[in-house]
DNA sequence: GTGTCAATTGACACAGTGTCAAGCCACAAC
DNA sequence: GTTGTGGCTTGACACTGTGTCAATTGACAC
């Protein structure tokens, strides 16, 4: 049964994620996360042709079983530009640490690997998107705040809600998530609204 | 002639230097250093117990010959907060990209090797007291925005001057270094000075 | 000459990825 | 019931890169 093909490989994606977030992105030898499926090391290659290819589709996984797409719908949904920044902040602040592990191994992953460095490229470029959505409407609204090209502004938040910028407040620094989300809010409205009262 | 270990120590540093910014911290393998360097492999060896050793010795070579202490003078000589947090964003966005090759190979080499990861902790943990001494400044002068903890905005500022961001900014981006200076601080301002004009 | 010391050569252990070939076993088709 | 077929297993092996070890060379110092 074809069935029984998609179990193993499923098998394999889950245990992929339950390594990886144990070990924060380090460790998570083929050889462990084939012992952590319950099959043998060869035939996690029979599912994927490599070590990159696996954490590409752990990727992939993450973001349909973590659904992706409904989280960011409010923001999308947003009446105004500064609603659309702050939910969008929200969002994917509250989505990083759901992916952190898996998301860390890809990171690395970069240094040996180029297919692993393309589909990490290609993440964050979809995360750009939001990003620049968010300097849209607000931009649209009037209300980006002088100095800014939509560019400019598009590229700052993008870097600022970078991975590492998370995993340096979070977990160097020890704050909540909570907190993190918070402040990236407020740094994002001072920084790019207008008039943003402080 | 201990003059002459000296000559090969620094022959080491130089080439590994030289490998590292022209892959951008990628590659760059013992071997290759070696032949860099024009002595054997082993020979290596016999001036650093490992990579990771010789990457940490690399690191506080270039810190010396590059000068980091004048560059930060200007910073710590401020009169006021503002000065001190824009001269030191000057000093830390400027001296980034001439380290960057190397910063990058240790900043890979923590995934494998604690000791790296404890000596580019160590290396940004100098950084931050250079961010907390701006914050401080900031704060004396009552000039920090409403909101922050002194510990907080030195968090923050600290995270975004990351070499993550600076790599994203100027490298995925396009931007110029004089295009990211420029930019960070004033979203510094923005986000730390209170009654900043914008 | 003898000692010392940096450096060389070449071999090897080890970890981890990826490949290959042979075989096992359950289940389906005829 | 035997013949496929497909998913999986076992075990061996190639390759890369790090780090270790031992024997040797060659220069310079006393």
């Known amino acids: 049964m074809s069935s029984e093909i998609v179990e193993t490989r499923t098998r394999i994606l889950e245990a992929t994620v339950r390594m990886l977030e144990e ?3 380090r ?12 099959i043998s090391r060869q035939a996690v290659y029979l599912h994927f042709a490599s070590r990159a290819e696996l954490l590409i ?8 079983v973590l659904e992706l797409d409904r989280r960011l719908a409010p923001s999308r949904a947003a009446k105004s530009g500064v609603d659309r920044l702050t939910l969008y902040i929200e969002a994917w602040g509250n989505y990083i640490p759901e992916i952190y592990g898996v998301a ?3 990171l690395l ?5 180029d297919a692993a460095a393309l589909a990490w490229q290609d993440r964050m470029l979809a995360m750009r998107d939001g990003c620049r959505a968010a300097i849209d409407a607000l931009h ?3 209300r980006l705040a002088p100095g800014w ?4 502004a598009t590229d700052v938040l993008w870097s600022m809600l970078l991975v590492p910028t998370w995993e340096n407040l979070t977990i160097e620094c020890g704050w909540s998530n909570q907190q993190y989300v918070r402040w990236m809010k407020t740094v994002a409205e001072r920084t790019f609204v207008k008039g943003s009262g402080d």
């Open 27 to 38: 460790g998570g030898r083929m050889a462990d996360i084939a012992k952590e499926s319950g």
């Open 57 to 64: 589709a752990t990727t992939k996984y993450r973001d349909e």
């Open 140 to 142: 649209s609204d009037g």
């Open 104 to 106: 860390k191994a890809l």
């Open 149 to 152: 090209t939509q560019k400019e």
């Open 23 to 25: 070990h924060g992105g």
């Open 109 to 113: 992953a970069q240094d040996t690997d």
